[in-house]
């Protein structure tokens, strides 16, 4: 399921799914323009390792 929001970002649409993320099309009312958002799995978001990585 597609997040409506992340922060104050509004959440377009899901661009691509890999093992380090989730990335996603999504608008910054804040500067008009269009982002992408890179998201971290939940599972992996307090692996020192892996946030190194990232």
Same mark, same amino acid.
């Given at each position: 399921?597609? &997040?409506?929001?992340?922060? /104050?970002?509004?959440?377009? @649409?899901?661009? @691509?799914? @890999? @093992?380090? !993320?989730?990335?996603?099309?999504?608008?910054? &009312? +804040? !500067?008009?323009? +269009?982002? !992408?958002?890179?998201?971290? &799995?939940?599972?992996?978001? /307090?692996? &020192?390792? $892996?946030? !190194?990585? $990232?």
């Amino acid at each position: 399921m597609i &997040p409506a929001t992340i922060g /104050h970002y509004q959440v377009l @649409g899901e661009i @691509g799914r @890999g @093992g380090m !993320a989730t990335v996603y099309r999504a608008y910054d &009312p +804040e !500067a008009d323009r +269009e982002v !992408a958002i890179k998201v971290l &799995p939940r599972e992996l978001l /307090h692996d &020192p390792t $892996f946030r !190194a990585r $990232f």
